[in-house]
């Protein structure tokens, strides 16, 4: 993985930045001159960001690279360079000789414990009725259901397991003993797995009130019947960034008004605009979840995400949104049941 891989110019477009972040491996672009000055940074949240404040991909990635970057120098002790990337809470740092010029790029310790395994927790919600997949789930629950060659569930806990997750809660109703039958304790798909069984449906979020124990670090909850390459390292990395309670993944949604709508200052028609589309964020059904936040979750009684975050902001504590740019399907109708069967195998391989 060569650090040259992430030297991109300026005027890049951020959609081909976005395409050397996910090839280069690296989890960082450099942007430089013609004369390799380094000129800023971009990464993942730099990206993510700039989608929030509605910067196409079409913009030249100087529109959203950071130009108050760290960097140590190459007569720099290799303790020296750790003591920068710990202080500032970084994984990359740009080597930059005297005059400028980027001459490395360092990596710090974490980027090479691809084996060990990370301290957050996933919560798995599959306990829904899946009503809208009937008569498919007449039998099998939702999360049970093949996609591809084999259940959705099961490729969703091989994803995090593949990005060094290795504890899950697995939150049941519908069915619940196919799904503990399927997966048992989780050894033999490289993790330990545990159950929040309800008695009575909680929604997305009342389930966490089942948990046995109090996580020490932000956790990932996710829709049981979302199918998604979201890299999850990268969205706890921007729930620490923001320093956030409580971080959702959003999607864009287009939706094109099939009239010409009619705007009126009083009774007189001040434009008429054919056909708009309008264009909205919307929930993807994937959240981080800091431990404070458990405490505004009841006991025994339904509560969904939406209405976490709701109490969240009427607290005014800090939520944030993570834009999910890659692929991301919801498996909630039978049309889109057939669309990721169709959509598998060149996804997930």
Not at 38 to 56: E, H, W
Not at 128 to 151: A, H, Q, S
Not at 243 to 270: H, K, S, W
Request: aromatic content about 8%; hydrophobic content about 40%.
């Amino acid at each position: 993985m060569s650090w040259h891989k992430t030297l991109i110019g300026p005027d890049t477009p951020i959609g081909s930045a976005i395409a050397v972040l996910d090839e280069a491996g690296l989890q960082i672009c450099l942007v430089v001159d013609d004369e390799r000055h380094l000129l800023g940074t971009v990464t993942d949240g730099d990206v993510r960001r700039g989608i929030l404040r509605g910067i196409g991909l079409e913009a030249p990635v100087q529109a959203i690279m950071n130009t108050h970057f760290r960097f140590g120098r190459p007569s720099d002790s290799p303790a020296h360079l750790l003591d920068i990337l710990s202080s500032a809470v970084i994984h990359q740092l740009p080597i930059v000789a005297p005059d400028g010029r980027v001459v490395d790029l360092v990596l710090d310790t974490e980027l090479h414990r691809r084996h060990e395994a990370r301290p957050n927790w996933v919560v798995l919600m599959a306990g829904g009725l899946g009503n809208r997949l009937r008569p498919l789930t007449d039998d099998t629950p939702k999360p049970l259901l093949k996609v591809g060659r084999k259940p959705l569930l099961e490729t969703i806990v091989d994803n995090f397991v593949a990005m060094d997750f290795r504890r899950f809660y697995i939150s049941v109703n519908y069915r619940a003993d196919q799904v503990k039958d399927h997966f048992g304790d989780g050894s033999a798909f490289g993790c330990e797995i545990r159950y929040l069984e309800e008695k009575d449906r909680l929604g997305t979020a009342g389930a966490l009130s089942l948990m046995p124990e109090r996580p020490e670090a932000p956790f990932v909850v996710m829709n049981g019947d979302v199918l998604t390459k979201v890299n999850f390292a990268s969205l706890l990395k921007f729930h620490d960034e923001q320093g956030a309670e409580a971080t959702m993944c959003v999607r864009e949604y287009d939706f094109q008004v099939p009239y010409g709508v009619v705007n009126l200052d009083g009774d007189r028609i001040a434009s008429v605009v054919e056909k708009p589309v309008q264009s909205f964020f919307v929930n993807a059904g994937i959240y981080t979840i800091s431990p404070s936040a458990l405490d505004l979750v009841p006991k025994g009684r339904y509560f969904d995400m939406p209405e976490l975050f709701s109490t969240l902001i009427a607290g005014q504590r800090l939520t944030s949104a993570f834009p999910v740019r890659e692929y991301w399907i919801d498996i909630g109708r039978l049309d889109d049941f057939e669309r990721a069967n169709g959509e598998f195998a060149s996804i997930f391989g």
